[in-house]
């Protein structure tokens, strides 16, 4: 599966990652969708965690680690449930309305 035919996706390594880290849906934002996505590009990517899970910042970092070596570039980890408290609308509505679905959880 490829993101707007710009980066590929390994489903299978994408739903072993999401099964670790009880992500129930994973998208992508930003430039990977767009036409400014470039090779030196990072990849934005919204996740929604289970509801009773709740991870450390050294967890956090994990996760970016662990999705920069599945997609072979650098990454941006949002928590969806933030975004949705955010103050601020503008980037808010951005994010949720450009969001791109690449995995939800089956269970």
């Known amino acids: 599966m490829t993101a707007a035919g710009k980066i590929e996706i390994p489903e299978q390594q994408i739903a072993a990652f999401c099964r670790k880290w009880k992500i129930t849906e994973l998208a992508l934002f930003g430039s990977v969708l767009g036409e400014d996505f470039r090779p030196e590009s990072d990849v934005d990517v919204l996740v929604r965690f289970a509801p009773d899970h709740c991870w450390s910042l050294f967890d956090h970092v994990e996760m970016q680690e662990e999705l920069k070596e599945i997609f072979g570039r ?33 269970g």
């Open 74 to 106: 650098d990454v941006d980890l949002v928590n969806r449930q933030a975004i949705e408290r955010s103050h601020n609308p503008i980037r808010r509505k951005a994010i949720l309305e450009s969001a791109e679905v690449v995995h939800v959880f089956e």
